[in-house]
């Protein structure tokens, strides 16, 4: 509820832009970049329920079971076999990835952020979300999803401050209805596309709009072809 606010908020403070030209008038249309970013960090700190699911890796068939908590404080990743939480907190800024294992928790460094989750297409930098806090940020314009028929979203292109992790750009879609991060596409420094990120579909849980399914490709440096699929599937959610 709180994030339909701030984007209705959002829209109210563009109606009310004073006259100017057309061409100024396209130039103010779009919403600020960080505004937006802004908006995606703030849907994940007010949904607030436990979700179960499943990685499943179609080429290999393999399947892993996870718990999700999500908070205001922190979304959490818990893995059985062998036991692993991946735990991101958003208290802090940007959030920080912590792994926690038998025996200890430590921050997850940059160093390993291109390394791929339990073995899946997933890996640390897209579970620390750490693009979402990159200050060079610009809004490319407005698209329709193609997954959801007439929604539509902000395309948002940030660009790394550092050579950490294993992106240079990526562009997220932001969900103007949520508020949320419908779909992310990665590039390393050389300009080659190498993670397509989306949600497939979605569901409620009381108020929250969460995922039902997200499927992730990992794509060959300089070329269009999938290394990889992970999907992420989950089950009924539980409100906490």
């Given at each position: 509820?709180?994030?339909?606010?701030?984007?209705?908020?959002?829209?109210?403070?563009?109606?009310?832009?004073?006259?100017?030209?057309r061409?100024?008038?396209?130039?103010?249309?779009?919403?600020?970049?960080?505004?937006?970013?802004?908006?995606?960090?703030?849907s994940?700190?007010?949904?607030?329920?436990?979700?179960?699911?499943?990685?499943?890796?179609?080429?290999?068939?393999?399947?892993?079971?996870?718990?999700?908590?999500?908070?205001q404080?922190?979304?959490?990743?818990?893995?059985?076999?062998?036991?692993?939480?991946?735990?991101?907190?958003?208290?802090?800024?940007?959030?920080?990835?912590?792994?926690?294992?038998?025996?200890?928790?430590?921050?997850?460094?940059?160093?390993?952020?291109?390394?791929?989750?339990?073995?899946?297409?997933?890996?640390?930098?897209?579970?620390?979300?750490?693009?979402l806090?990159?200050?060079?940020?610009?809004?490319?314009?407005?698209?329709?999803?193609?997954?959801?028929?007439?929604?539509?979203?902000?395309?948002?292109?940030?660009?790394?401050?550092?050579?950490?992790?294993?992106?240079?750009?990526?562009?997220?879609?932001?969900?103007?209805?949520?508020?949320g991060?419908?779909?992310?596409?990665?590039?390393?420094?050389?300009?080659?596309?190498?993670?397509?990120?989306?949600?497939?579909?979605?569901?409620?849980?009381?108020?929250?709009?969460?995922?039902?399914?997200?499927?992730?490709?990992?794509?060959?440096?300089?070329?269009?072809?999938?290394?990889?699929?992970?999907?992420?599937?989950?089950?009924?959610p539980?409100?906490?």
């Amino acid at each position: 509820m709180m994030t339909r606010l701030l984007v209705l908020f959002l829209f109210a403070s563009l109606c009310s832009l004073p006259l100017v030209s057309r061409a100024e008038e396209a130039a103010r249309a779009l919403p600020a970049a960080e505004d937006l970013l802004k908006l995606v960090r703030i849907s994940y700190t007010l949904n607030n329920s436990r979700l179960t699911g499943r990685l499943r890796d179609n080429e290999s068939g393999k399947e892993e079971p996870f718990d999700l908590n999500m908070s205001q404080q922190s979304v959490r990743f818990r893995f059985v076999n062998p036991p692993q939480i991946v735990n991101l907190d958003l208290t802090t800024t940007p959030a920080t990835l912590r792994d926690v294992k038998p025996g200890g928790s430590e921050e997850v460094p940059a160093s390993m952020y291109s390394e791929r989750v339990r073995g899946f297409d997933l890996t640390y930098e897209d579970l620390s979300m750490s693009f979402l806090y990159w200050t060079k940020a610009e809004v490319l314009g407005e698209e329709s999803l193609g997954t959801f028929s007439g929604q539509k979203a902000w395309k948002v292109r940030v660009t790394t401050p550092d050579n950490k992790g294993p992106y240079g750009t990526v562009d997220i879609w932001v969900h103007q209805g949520s508020g949320g991060m419908a779909k992310m596409e990665g590039w390393d420094r050389k300009g080659n596309k190498i993670k397509h990120f989306e949600i497939r579909s979605i569901q409620k849980v009381g108020d929250n709009t969460v995922p039902k399914e997200i499927r992730v490709d990992t794509l060959a440096p300089g070329s269009s072809k999938k290394t990889g699929s992970t999907y992420m599937t989950f089950d009924k959610p539980i409100k906490n």
